[in-house]
């Protein structure tokens, strides 16, 4: 699926949607549904929902922001697109934009939480980073643990890392990365809220590997220098922004980019 905006207003009020309680520790929910077209399986998803205020967040767009700048840095990803729509939720109808994306699992693939897997496999005393180092997925978590710090992402629990396996071939992947919503100023709701935000804080996490702390698992990667293939410019601002203009305020687009570019140019001095 190409990472794209689609600002034209479209019809999906036929989409009946799911309630997934929030897990941040905030009021509402996240609403997820799914359609099947032609064979293909897509879902889609919303930003924080108040039942009486209808849409709050701005989740969905962090989606598509962190899908460009992991595109930027080659990091295997899953792909967005940034929809604007009409939406039925209770009767009720709702405008808003959300986020589509194409289903990861290859044909034959079963799916399972890492933190599952690792219950399954791993040696005694064995700790999760040292566990998927001797699995083979060292690479992807050191990539995961770089980019949480850089977007600060607050939600990479077990079940935030898939395991997909291939009984058949007798094969074992990591999913590629997934689910940024709750990242970047995502608390902020307001545009005071956005100016005023420490970019640079440290803050709890809800990290499956390593501590809560995204700073403090830096200390987990061996080689930072072999992390990224890619290397993020100033020059990509426009990338990373493009057709959000009037989507967010531009006071939350300067402080996203100074939050990503900021925070990388420290994992870049380590």
Excluded at 30 to 47: H, I, N, R
Excluded at 160 to 185: C, K, M, Q, W, Y
Excluded at 229 to 254: N, R, S, T
């Amino acid at each position: 699926m190409n990472t794209s905006v689609i600002r034209e207003k479209q019809d999906l009020t036929y989409l009946k949607w799911s309630h997934i309680r929030n897990s941040s520790g905030t009021a509402g929910t996240f609403l997820k549904s799914e359609s099947v077209l032609d064979g293909q399986k897509t879902y889609y998803k919303l930003s924080n929902f108040d039942s009486e205020r209808g849409v709050i967040g701005h989740e969905c767009i962090n989606e598509i922001i962190v899908d460009r700048l992991l595109t930027i840095l080659e990091v295997p990803h899953l792909s967005y697109q940034l929809i604007n729509a009409d939406i039925e939720v209770d009767g009720r109808i709702y405008n808003t934009y959300l986020c589509a994306s194409e289903d990861f699992k290859e044909k034959g693939e079963s799916k399972m939480a890492l933190d599952n897997f690792y219950r399954l496999r791993a040696i005694k005393g064995e700790s999760k980073y040292d566990f998927c180092e001797r699995i083979g997925f060292q690479n992807y978590v050191d990539q995961m643990l770089a980019v949480d710090f850089i977007i600060l992402n607050r939600d990479r629990h077990g079940a935030n890392i898939e395991v997909l396996r291939n009984s058949r071939n007798h094969t074992v992947r990591l999913a590629p990365l997934f689910d940024h919503g709750l990242s970047l100023i995502f608390p902020c709701m307001t545009e005071y809220e956005a100016q005023s935000y420490d970019i640079l804080k440290d803050i709890n996490c809800n990290n499956y590997i390593g501590t809560r702390s995204c700073v403090e698992n830096l200390s987990l990667i061996k080689d930072k220098k072999k992390v990224f293939k890619g290397k993020l410019k100033k020059q990509d601002k426009d990338m990373l922004f493009a057709d959000l203009d009037g989507v967010i305020p531009e006071i939350f687009i300067q402080k996203i980019w100074d939050m990503i570019f900021e925070r990388y140019k420290i994992y870049e001095k380590l």
